[in-house]
């Protein structure tokens, strides 16, 4: 996912000329990822239209490790030599990639299906939250506590359209929970994505394997308690093309212009929520009254924590 970034972008003052050089690439990198992530809702809007949450996470995830596995033997094709780690190093790499990647996705597709798309989309995507409450807990600095209340505006938001859960088009929390579930894998994914030190695609791949493997059972398992018809359809080009696009794609897109940017791009990142919010309003979504509200605050959130941080990084340049 291309919001994987610390929540301070790191900066460097070294090179300032390669940098500029590289900067219109880097955002234009950046750009087409923002821009295929933002799809992804309305693509599982369509695919959840026509089909049920089994075969869609199928596809979609599906879609995801096809293309990460293009991506790897196309790396290997170029005899780059691998990272010497230890045993405890690549078990932790592995674990952000399960956790962080496949916790998110499958949580945030079981959101989509059982709550509000508008709603779970907007929470899923509220991950800046828990990162910013991490931080304050490490650090209890005056920009991490900033960073705490901004959170607490946001927690407000989904208390909110909690709330509302039961009138929402006749969903429960479920979707809901779902949602923040996936925010908070998201959370630990940035957070502890600077730590890894295995190659980025091992842990894409660790994180997508997973999830395929996990809505493969889930099929069976459903399939062999409810003897229910399973049966694709075409609209599960719609889940293909999210597991390719916005998941695979998008994600190595935004991770490209990270490194070409030494991550002083991060900050674009903040408006997939807005972009897809965008899109789903454009084709004919609605909020219920609460649902917006809640809407209002996260995004309030996650603003405020854009601004503190770049606040914070400004002072330190």
């Avoid at 897809?276 to 609460?290: D, N, W």
């Avoid at 649902?291 to 209002?296: D, F, K, R």
Wanted: glycine fraction near 12%; proline fraction near 6%.
């Amino acid at each position: 996912m291309p919001l994987a970034q610390p929540i301070t972008p790191p900066t460097s003052a070294s090179e300032p000329h390669a940098g500029e050089r590289r900067s219109m690439p880097a955002v234009a990198l950046a750009l087409a990822g923002v821009a295929v992530w933002s799809t992804n809702a309305l693509g599982a809007d369509v695919a959840f239209s026509h089909d049920g949450l089994g075969p869609v996470l199928v596809a979609m995830t599906a879609g995801a490790t096809a293309v990460l596995v293009l991506a790897r033997v196309w790396e290997s094709s170029r005899g780059r030599p691998g990272l010497a780690v230890s045993r405890r190093d690549r078990a932790f790499g592995l674990s952000v990639g399960v956790v962080g990647l496949g916790g998110t996705l499958l949580l945030q597709y079981v959101g989509f299906a059982y709550g509000p798309l508008l709603g779970t989309n907007v929470i899923s995507y509220g991950w800046p939250m828990f990162a910013a409450l991490a931080l304050a807990l490490a650090l209890r600095t005056r920009h991490a506590l900033l960073g705490l209340a901004f959170a607490l505006v946001g927690f407000a938001g989904v208390a909110v359209m909690f709330s509302d859960s039961a009138g929402s088009g006749g969903h429960g929390p479920l979707g809901y929970l779902a949602a923040l579930g996936s925010a908070l894998c998201m959370a630990f994914y940035t957070l502890a994505i600077t730590r890894v030190r295995i190659p980025l695609l091992d842990v894409l791949l660790a994180g997508a394997g997973t999830a395929l493997a996990a809505s493969i059972a889930y099929c069976i398992v459903y399939w062999a308690a409810t003897g229910a018809d399973l049966k694709p359809s075409p609209y599960l080009l719609a889940a293909l093309y999210c597991g390719a696009g916005p998941v695979a794609g998008g994600y190595l897109l935004w991770s490209r212009a990270m490194t070409a940017s030494n991550g002083r791009l991060a900050p674009l990142g903040y408006a997939i929520p807005l972009l897809s919010t965008c899109l789903l309003l454009a084709t004919g979504q609605t909020f219920a009254p609460r649902t917006a509200i809640g809407a209002g605050l996260i995004a309030a959130c996650i603003i405020g924590v854009l601004l503190a941080d770049r606040l914070s990084a400004e002072r330190h340049l």
